[in-house]
């Protein structure tokens, strides 16, 4: 298991945003798969050296960004990508067909 060492520093990053971040390109790098679980609590806590409350609000923030869910008591899930789509405008069935080519 992959271990890593976090920025201690005065001035940086809160050490759940830096587990965050590291989990969240995991995730971009599909490292962590959709439909995959991420590692538990305590093999976070090792792969960082950080508290559990710690891991815990960064896997919480993934969960607030839609990347992640809870599923008791089998583990945290990767989610799928999400779909964004800007609504600039209202648009009947048949346009949007139309634009999508179908």
Same mark, same amino acid.
């Given at each position: 298991?992959?271990?890593?060492?976090?920025? @201690?520093?005065?001035?940086?990053?809160?050490?759940?945003? @830096? $587990?965050?971040?590291?989990?969240?390109?995991?995730? $971009?790098?599909?490292?962590?798969?959709?439909?995959?679980?991420?590692?538990?609590?305590?093999?976070?806590?090792?792969?960082?050296?950080?508290?559990?409350?710690?891991?815990?609000?960064?896997?919480?923030?993934? $969960?607030?960004?839609?990347?992640?869910?809870?599923?008791?008591?089998?583990?945290?899930?990767?989610?799928?990508?999400?779909?964004?789509?800007?609504?600039?405008?209202?648009?009947?069935?048949?346009?949007?067909?139309?634009? !999508? !080519? $179908?």
């Amino acid at each position: 298991m992959k271990t890593y060492t976090l920025d @201690q520093h005065v001035g940086a990053k809160p050490l759940y945003g @830096q $587990v965050r971040d590291i989990l969240y390109q995991k995730i $971009v790098d599909k490292e962590y798969a959709p439909g995959d679980f991420i590692p538990t609590e305590k093999e976070l806590e090792e792969m960082f050296g950080v508290s559990r409350m710690t891991i815990r609000l960064a896997v919480d923030a993934l $969960v607030r960004d839609g990347l992640v869910v809870k599923e008791r008591p089998k583990g945290t899930r990767v989610l799928g990508p999400r779909i964004v789509e800007k609504l600039n405008k209202v648009t009947s069935f048949h346009e949007e067909m139309e634009r !999508n !080519n $179908v």
